[in-house]
């Protein structure tokens, strides 16, 4: 098992209590469901600045425990006591593995753990161990369900920025660069001008049921495109919901919705694909964390394209670290 | 001593080289200064792609040793070997206090070791290791001559968005954190519309003679405001020069001068000054590598304004990590 404590900036935390999308979406879940907060039990797994404890305290929980590894649990103590809840809701500094909570099972657990591209750097291995620790047979997960989509993009401009850039620096070759520059993910805005095919969803995964191996997986998919046009990049966002709401509630990081700090994740294609409308991208995408390293994801894309101006058949590393 | 490798994405190495103030500048004083290069034997510390050394190489150097601990190390072999410059560059992977040098001495050290604040997560003691190691009795430090500045500006806008910002987040109080926040260093883009006060040197440094000591200091200021306004923060941010050149070259990385990604330091006041055209903010600011760990930054500022409109005297505290 691997567990990071990372003490970030305060500003960090600005900024993801600043995504509106993010954080606004939790609120509105909490407060628009009371019915499943009252006289509830609650675990935040990953509390932050405990943001989600004084939601779900507000929302008439019985009690909520909040557990924070960094430094900001001490923040957070000092918050709870500010905003006088301090008999509702109780801040623990720890790891999840190695706190006690004074109660054997919790009803609800709910955890803010998604990385860029979902899987990195994220949490979700953390919510799981507390799952299956603490949390009682017919309990909540929120959210409970998160997907992953693969989309593809013309994206000359920026292509040409990041990776072609390496030609030439200043009057020297660095072109051995590309093909390891090409190995990184980038994260960034896509606009929805730039998307050539449909969105293809990759994996659902049910966080209230599913076992860590399952976020290691191969997902075939099928990308077909809408406009005669070129294609740079794959990209890749994800969607979260929570299910157990009184009506379906949840938020998409994809680049038709509102930009989240999350924004999408592109992947270059070593070649530039010349697609006409209707012509077909098939291929599979597998995905698993590093060996060595388990906060860092292996990405493996294999593609092929049979069209009329491009034959290609191919497969792609990238290296999320 | 204490030194540290760490693996960047290519996409860090991409800005700084799209640094033009930063990069530009190293091409000029290297190409505009070919006397001092001729035939002479240059260590560069911390090469990162090699660009400096292939700079030097061109400019007529007899040999160029560009030292790198992290992975860039292999893409710099591939880059002089594409550039046809094996004979003039070797490429030495490892850290600067563990790699055997072929040579007793060189003639010229250049490096572009400089981070946010000049001295974060620096390189400089690396470079003074390595001149005190191998550099010829009068051999070349590029640059040689590094001054940190400090100005105040007006800055309500940013500091509500930054500090204020936690006096209620989503409804609750947090303003706990402010204080801990203030304490936090922004390394932001500060607009010259902004400053003030005049811009007051704190502190240069001679990178030929300088010890590692030097790099803690303790100096006075004094800024006065130049019209009626009110300073939210202090501003810091360096200049380096080449003084050996033909003529005096160099950058600034102020912000009247050319944004380069270094941007400036904003540290932020507790109080708001209210100060009138004429008056001065006396003080002294205190820098110190953190004892813990030493690439980390302590800054004490001291400050008193016996203003019309405000009289306050307090000392700050900053932590940059």
Redesign the interface.
């Known amino acids: 098992m691997f567990f990071l404590c990372v003490n970030l900036?305060?500003?960090v935390?600005?900024e993801m209590?600043?995504d509106v999308v993010r954080?606004k979406t939790y609120?509105n879940v909490i407060y628009r469901n009371k019915f499943l907060f009252q006289n509830k039990v609650v675990l935040d797994v990953g509390a932050g600045?405990g943001?989600l404890s004084?939601?779900c305290a507000k929302a008439g929980a019985a009690h909520v425990y909040a557990v924070e590894c960094s430094h900001m649990a001490d923040?957070a103590k000092?918050?709870v006591e500010?905003?006088g809840l301090p008999d509702v809701v109780t801040v623990l500094k720890g790891k999840i593995e190695e706190i006690e909570l004074p109660v054997a099972k919790v009803d609800i657990i709910i955890s803010e753990w998604m990385g860029y591209f979902l899987l990195f750097e994220n949490m979700l291995n953390t919510v799981l161990y507390a799952r299956d620790k603490w949390l009682v047979d017919d309990g909540v997960v929120l959210p409970d369900e998160a997907s992953l989509y693969l989309t593809a993009i013309e994206d000359a401009e920026y292509k040409d920025d990041?990776i072609e850039?390496?030609n030439n620096?200043?009057g020297?070759?660095?072109?051995?660069?590309k093909k390891?520059?090409m190995m990184?993910h980038?994260v960034d805005t896509v606009d929805q001008k730039q998307i050539v095919t449909n969105c293809h969803l990759l994996k659902t995964m049910d966080i209230s049921k599913m076992v860590p191996g399952d976020a290691s997986f191969t997902a075939s998919f099928k990308l077909i495109a809408e406009r005669d046009d070129y294609i740079h990049a794959f990209v890749a966002h994800f969607d979260v919901s929570f299910t157990k709401c009184h009506k379906l509630m949840g938020f998409s990081t994809g680049p038709r919705s509102r930009a989240t700090h999350w924004k999408q994740t592109v992947l270059y294609l070593e070649d530039v694909l010349t697609i006409c409308e209707g012509e077909t991208i098939i291929g599979s995408m597998t995905v698993a964390p590093n060996k060595k390293n388990p906060r860092d994801v292996d990405i493996m894309v294999k593609y092929s394209l049979s069209g009329r101006r491009c034959v290609v058949s191919r497969v792609q590393f990238y290296k999320m670290?």
């Open positions: 900036p305060f500003l935390f600005q209590l600043k954080t609120q600045t943001i004084l939601f923040m000092q918050i500010t905003n990041k850039f390496w620096v200043y020297f070759d660095m072109s051995c660069i390891q520059a990184e980038f670290r």
